[in-house]
């Protein structure tokens, strides 16, 4: 993901709120400084706390009855409502930030007047899908 408008110290200050909520339990894989924007993903301490989620691919697989033997049931990555209460306190502390996110080839582009809360299907059409706020299982 990538947020522009904003500084590394706005980032750290919405993940210490997010994590008031969160019990302490997401933090930054990655955040570095390229330029006018910020590279950053969120994943989860614990697999089984508060923000965690099953893993899309585990899940897909097991929805459509094909074996997901060696794929993790647990994700690292923090849940789509981690992500989205994340994105929610980063606007209230600087309402002119900007998040891109890519998520399934499709673009999003979150800010003060809105693009939060879209869920993009994980799976296909022709086996079905499963939607990112499914998997999220561990909410305070």
Do not use: C
Not at 12 to 35: H, P, V
Not at 62 to 91: C, D, Q, V, Y
């Amino acid at each position: 993901m990538q947020a522009k408008n904003v500084t590394i110290q706005e980032m750290t200050q919405a993940l210490r709120n997010l994590n008031i909520e969160y019990k302490n339990n997401i933090e930054f894989r990655r955040i570095e400084q390229k330029g006018n924007l910020i590279i950053f993903t969120l994943k989860v301490k614990d697999k089984n706390g508060l923000g965690s989620q099953e893993n899309p691919s585990y899940a897909w697989h097991n929805m459509i009855g094909a074996s997901n033997k060696g794929i993790p049931k647990r994700s690292t990555s923090a849940s789509w409502f981690a992500h989205g209460n994340f994105f929610n306190e980063l606007l209230k502390i600087n309402p002119k930030a900007i998040i891109h996110s890519n998520v399934k080839s499709k673009k999003l582009t979150i800010d003060i007047n809105g693009g939060n809360w879209q869920e993009i299907p994980f799976g296909n059409d022709f086996y079905g899908h499963i939607y990112m706020s499914e998997l999220a299982d561990n909410e305070p």
